[in-house]
């Protein structure tokens, strides 16, 4: 078997640690935790008992940590990966289901939020459109579903996207996304994730 670079395409990250770790204060450290699973449990006021799905789970880092978040949550996870799920934290095991995001084999109204972070853009557009309309329905208020996805602002943006996504199949302008999702009768929130150099 050939030696092969598999990430040869992607760009090298320019971060600089360095000055990160020099200036990290508490107030910042604070200010980013916010917007982690307690941020979740807040925006969407999840309670011991609240059944929460999180779809493109990997290997249920999420799920684990929204059971730490709010002790007596009942999270669940779907991923379409076998790996990932016989690969999962253990204290996700049995939360976690093998399936896709366009057919989530949940009954209706069956959660009290439904989060999907950088996953929906891994199908085209009709997936998109399914896997969206697939979180409205499995949720009892559309209003407490949360989607982040890949979207670009500037040629240059979309440039990058080309070279570093793998699997990305549908990549937008957020206001491209933002007509997607009115389409698809997604009213939950969004936000974006941008790669910049
Ligand atoms: C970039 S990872 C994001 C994982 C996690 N949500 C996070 O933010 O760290 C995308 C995940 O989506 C899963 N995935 C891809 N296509 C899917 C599909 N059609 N249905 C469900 N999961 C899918 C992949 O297996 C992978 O675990």
Redesign the pocket.
């Known amino acids: 078997m050939p030696e092969f670079d598999l990430l040869r395409a992607l760009p090298k990250t320019k971060r600089n640690i360095a000055t990160r770790r020099d200036g990290k204060d508490p107030s910042v450290v604070a200010t980013a935790k916010q917007f982690g699973e307690m941020y979740i449990v807040s925006r969407f006021d999840l309670k011991p008992g609240m059944r929460v799905l999180?779809?493109?789970?990997?290997?249920g880092?999420?799920v684990k940590d929204l059971m730490i978040a709010c002790p007596g949550l009942e999270a669940f996870g779907?991923?379409?990966?076998p790996y990932?799920l016989t690969h999962c934290e253990p204290a996700t095991v049995g939360r976690l289901h093998l399936?896709?995001?366009?057919h989530l084999p949940f009954p209706d109204a069956s959660f009290d939020a439904v989060?999907?972070?950088?996953?929906v853009h891994?199908?085209d557009r009709q997936?998109c459109m399914r896997?969206l309309q697939e979180m409205v329905r499995v949720v009892r208020d559309p209003a407490k579903c949360f989607v982040?996805v890949d979207a670009y602002r500037s040629e240059e943006e979309k440039a990058l996207f080309e070279s570093w996504c793998l699997?990305a199949e549908t990549y937008l302008q957020p206001a491209e996304w933002v007509a997607l999702f009115q389409q698809a009768g997604y009213s939950g929130d969004y936000y974006w994730t941008i790669l910049q150099s």
Do not use: H, P, R, Y
């Open positions: 999180d779809v493109g789970c990997a290997k880092f999420l779907l991923d379409i990966s990932a399936g896709t995001m366009e989060l999907c972070i950088n996953t891994n199908l997936g896997a982040q699997t």
